[in-house]
Nanobody, 124 residues
Framework: VQLVESGGGSVQAGGSLRLSCVASGVTYNIYCMGWFRQPPGKEREGVAIIDSDGLTTYADSVKGRFTISHDNAKNTLYLQMNSLKPEDTATYYC????????????????????WGMGTQVTVS
């Protein structure tokens, strides 16, 4: 599986952005996909994930502001980000978890083995 993110950019506080992640290659064995972010000088953290049944999990910091969704026909994962804050500034990564492998929780980066290159989001 290959993942390519897009949609990042610079926005003022209170604004919105929508990130997209196109998955290609072997995708039938993907259990869940998610968005992660890494602020400057900090560790990567889970933002939102969606599993193969459509169940979602969000980090407390983004609940009510961010929405994750997946378009199966387009093999595309989305993250709609509203009411953006300066603390949302980070490089955002798309990730996928095939069935199997170690599980550290839905928002733990270690649970995911496939990663995109990231897209920068800057909120001022």
């Amino acid at each position: 599986v290959q993942l390519v993110e897009s949609g990042g950019g610079s926005v003022q506080a209170g604004g919105s952005l929508r990130l997209s992640c196109v998955a290609s290659g072997v995708t039938y064995n993907i259990y869940c996909m998610g968005w992660f972010r890494q602020p400057p000088g900090k560790e990567r953290e889970g933002v939102a994930i969606i599993d193969s049944d459509g169940l979602t999990t969000y980090a407390d910091s983004v609940k009510g502001r961010f929405t994750i969704s997946h378009d199966n026909a387009k093999n595309t994962l989305y993250l709609q980000m509203n009411s953006l804050k300066p603390e949302d500034t980070a490089t955002y990564y798309c990730a996928a978890r095939p069935y199997g492998g170690k599980w550290y929780g839905p928002l733990a980066p270690g649970s995911y083995s496939v990663w995109g290159m990231g897209t920068q989001v800057t909120v001022s």
